[in-house]
């Protein structure tokens, strides 16, 4: 009697051993062409969305439930491309996945860079527009935050005028006072190089290259994570080889973006 | 009456007790209460961004007065998130004979190096209608619709020429990395060839192939 009631506990025991197993290999099996760098993650949260591409117009195709494996394999704007068990493959929102656990459990994060964490070091690119004495200017800037207040800056402007071309190139450093305002003003002091072209049309002189001295402010407004508006005054004092120090004055409006 | 008093003793007794217990220290109760959880752990994910996307591009461009010509070039975009996106372009094509020259029959206004026009814009995209577009029943294509307008520089005739170009175009991605692009711009400078300054809308078409990594 006693041994048959063992024998009814120890086949039990199997039946679950046997069960568990099959569940464990209900788990997606990697698919084949999965990139090494893949990250295998748990969903935490009820629920993750799965688009057939990364934005907000694209439909929704599939559900990733709580538990449910999915791989990490890329990143576009604000957007993970995932892969889900039964080969569906789409993209998630990061905001989606502000609880999702690694292998050994522990919370995964995908970072969303910010402009207003300004105590991070960061690259940022920008665009500009503006009036350089009197012509048409744009212009590129690539800069590095150090600190919250103190960033460094290169800077390239092509300017066309009635009467000449110009080109500079700057290296500058940026103070933000305030970084945390909302509107944040920065001041400006750089030193570069300038070379203005007389339009051939005019009068045929050459080209002339003289040093700058640059110095300049300006307010930022971040329109969004990372986007942000910028405003500038900038007045450059062009060191000649003639009698007199030429000053230029350029106003710029343009855009700045977190890299 | 008789209860108060019976009460008495009990409520000194408590009272003691507390006194004794708050005197026995805090350490039982630290004991009880102290936080016994493990520090949580997190992560960054170390998974690639692909938000860079290089076009390169052919096409048709009408330069007033220069005729049609055929285009080409190539252009470097930076996805900021996912409804904007900026972009530096490059492009050239050759200029043909102007009508003033055709019908005058006299010497040419430009040579033939005056004649090659080069232009680079930096612009900002919107991508204002992002979708699918169904080629069959089921297979279906991403895609979207952007408008694109910036400033650049147009180079030709020995001259710099300041460049406003706008315009909309559409992309449709084959897969992740692979997309189609057809775009039409509106290039918009003045030049004084002709004597006088003359403000000209210069329409080019593209079909373009990019990448994104």
């Known amino acids: 009697m006693f041994s048959f009631r063992s024998c009814i506990y120890s086949f039990c025991a199997l039946v679950l051993l046997l069960v568990s197993s099959g569940t464990a290999a209900l788990s997606p099996e990697p698919p084949e062409n999965l990139p090494e760098d893949a990250e295998l993650i748990t969903v935490g949260s009820p629920y ?178 990372r986007f942000a508006l910028r405003a500038e005054y900038a007045n450059h004092y062009l060191l000649t080889s003639r009698e007199e120090n030429q000053e230029i004055v350029e106003w710029k409006l343009g855009f700045d973006v977190y890299l | 009456m008789e209860a108060r008093i019976r009460r008495l003793p009990l409520t000194v007794a408590a009272l003691l007790f507390a006194a004794g217990a708050s005197a026995q220290g805090d350490d039982v109760l630290g004991d009880i209460i102290s936080p016994d959880l493990e520090r949580r752990e997190i992560r960054e994910a170390q998974i690639d961004s692909e938000n860079i996307e290089f076009t390169t591009f052919g096409g048709v461009i009408n330069v007033e007065d220069f005729g049609s010509n055929s285009l080409y070039g190539g252009a470097l975009a930076y996805h900021i998130n996912e409804d904007v996106f900026m972009e530096a372009a490059y492009g050239e094509t050759e200029l043909g004979e102007s009508s003033f020259e055709r019908l005058s029959g006299s010497a040419p206004l430009l040579t033939d190096e005056q004649r090659e026009l080069s232009y680079y814009n930096l612009s900002l995209g919107w991508n204002l209608f992002p979708g699918e577009y169904f080629i069959f029943d089921d297979f279906a294509l991403n895609s979207s619709l952007y408008l694109i307008g910036g400033v650049g520089n147009t180079s030709f005739a020995d001259e710099e020429h300041f460049t406003y170009n706008f315009g909309v175009g559409a992309r449709v991605l084959a897969n992740d990395w692979l997309a189609l692009r057809l775009d039409f711009r509106d290039h918009v400078f003045e030049h004084e060839i002709f004597g006088e300054v003359q403000r000209t809308n210069n329409l080019s078409a593209q079909l373009g192939v990019s990448f994104f990594f």
């Open chain 1, 48 to 225: 993750v969305n799965i688009y057939t591409g990364p934005g907000r117009g694209y439909p929704i195709f599939h559900v990733a439930e709580y538990g449910e494996k999915l791989w990490l394999l890329k990143r576009r704007t604000d957007w993970v491309k995932v892969y889900a068990h039964r080969d569906k493959s789409g993209w998630v929102r990061i905001v989606d996945l502000q609880e999702v656990y690694g292998e050994d459990g522990e919370l995964v994060r995908v970072p969303l860079p910010d402009f207003s964490d300004v105590d991070s070091q960061h690259f940022h690119l920008g665009f500009s527009y503006g009036d350089f004495a009197g012509a048409s200017s744009m212009g590129a800037t690539l800069g590095y935050r150090f600190t919250a207040n103190l960033s460094a800056e290169l800077r390239a402007t092509q300017a066309v005028g009635d009467f000449s071309d110009s080109q500079t190139y700057q290296v500058a450093v940026l103070h933000q006072p305030f970084p945390r305002w909302k509107l944040s003003p920065y001041f400006m002091l750089g030193t570069g190089i300038n070379i203005t072209t007389p339009n051939a049309t005019i009068v045929a002189t050459e080209d002339r290259r003289d040093t700058a001295m640059l110095t300049g402010l300006g307010v930022k407004t971040y329109l969004s994570r």
